[in-house]
């Protein structure tokens, strides 16, 4: 009868654990990232099938006249005036099923430009993202790394 309850209580207690685990602790990258220059915040969530993750913080999340940041750069002249802040950056990542995460985009609001985009968890912790253009060798990469403390979410536009 004791044998019974104490691995009841061991059960519950590996429950308790599994349930108040970190949102990435199933080895995603669902949650927060800070990008390779430490200035924006990404939060990467589940899109349906799928990842996708958006701007959500801004080391400076103001231009030079005292203005939100826009997507200034970006080619279509009609999408220049999108805040950065609530911009989508990432998309259409599905699991490959051992441990990365492909088929998805990334857009670089810096130039303007969207690459194909690969994206692996290290067994340290860090966020490998790879943009690209035709295959991935022909890209460059990243490292994210989850920010040490809680970032403020910036008003999206």
Known sequence: MAFKCHAKIFLALICFAWACQPAWADNTPVGWWLDHTGKAGIEILRCGGS??????????P??????????????????????????????????????????????????????????????????HVRGYVGIPLLGRSEVWTRPAMALAPCAGG
Do not use: Q
Request: aromatic share 10%; net charge positive.
């Open 62 to 127: 103001l231009d030079s006249t005292g203005k939100p940041k826009t997507d200034s750069r970006n080619p279509d002249v009609a999408l220049r005036g999108r805040t950065l802040c609530g911009l989508s950056v990432l998309g259409g990542f599905v699991s490959d099923g051992k441990g990365g995460w492909r088929g998805g985009w990334v857009y670089d609001p810096e130039n303007g430009k969207t690459y194909h985009c690969i994206m692996y968890m290290a067994t340290d912790g860090v966020l």
């Open 51 to 60: 990842l996708c993750g958006k701007i959500e913080w801004l080391r400076v």
